[in-house]
């Protein structure tokens, strides 16, 4: 009996997880098309790319969709079994709570190792990838891209380019331009601007028509004002991102191999996952008992509730080890074990040692009196 009951429970909570997964990506994956559709109007994103950035986002999704899924996934499998009254069954053929603790674990187990795949590895390349496809959109990008009427920077914001209109030849019209080099500031305003590209280099540059520039260093009185008919100056696309990697796009050796407040929340960060998944696992089975013939949902909001907490202290401990307001040695660790302990008393208010304790007690009492 005990084969099919572990078979019984771990097809139950399977499918579960499965539908809970599917819903929880695709309200996601729908939130973020509309994003990438909005990359792609501005040029962030080159239009072919779509789809490969869509794949990659879904990679970093299943990093956060995966723990809450099994936790509810297990939380409205065995409330269905206490609703339709097979717990009560079960528990009558003398199947005891931590019975139902081996499917469920088995698949815990897992679903831990997929996902610490995807938090050290997967996910982080797939960030990777993402800065990769958009470094090279702003390689690819032409002043076709800007937008009229607001200001536009380029190579890491040291210019600033504003055009009130373009006309139905690209051409910009009423342009103002600010370039910073060192301590000095130039400064273009012209009437018309357009793109020229040297097809032997592929160096692009911006050509002004009919204007001013004004050079100087801010403060000072000392400033070359001069007047010209066409002027032209680089269209410099964004430097590399991957000089400057962030954290969550390195790999777990450049993490280790450049030691910090920052890389260090970070490798706690993608360790805390797997055990997230596996401490609400063991929450997920005491927070899912519920009366027979009540609904399923009973429970769900308050078990919502306790994985936002979770991931919420988690997400804070991160902030102040990368401040260095606690120490790397503490990290992220107290949360886990935080809710490790409140999973073990649900456990054991579920297995009643509280109430024997308490009997045990009173009859001590009872005894001495």
Known sequence: MGDILNRYILRETGQTWVAVTGVLML?????????????VAGADIPKDAIFAVMGLSSIQYLTIIIPIGI????????????????MAALQACGIGNMALYRPIIVLALGLAVA???LAIEAGPSAVRAVQKITDEAEKESDLGVLKPGSFNSFGRKQTVLYAESINENGVLENVFVQRRRDDRVIVIVADEASQNSDTETGQKEILFRDGRRYEGV?????????????????FEARESLHEDLKEEAMTLMELLDTPGPGTIAELQW???IPIMLLVLTLIAVPLSRAPPRQGRYNNLALGILVYLIYTNMLGASKAWVEDELISPVIGLWWVH??????????????NGVFS???TAGSRRANANS
């Open 71 to 86: 936790f509810l996934a297990i939380m409205l499998a065995l409330a269905r079994m206490y609703r339709d009254s097979e």
């Open 337 to 350: 074990a935080l809710f490790l302990l409140f999973a073990v008393i649900m456990l054991m208010r579920q």
């Open 218 to 234: 801010p403060g000072k009185q000392e400033f070359t004002v001069m007047r010209f008919r066409e002027h032209g100056i680089p």
């Open 115 to 117: 996902v610490s795949w």
């Open 270 to 272: 993608r360790f805390s």
């Open 27 to 39: 309200i996601l994956l729908t939130d973020q098309f509309a994003s990438v559709l909005d990359d």
């Open 356 to 358: 024997r304790v308490m």
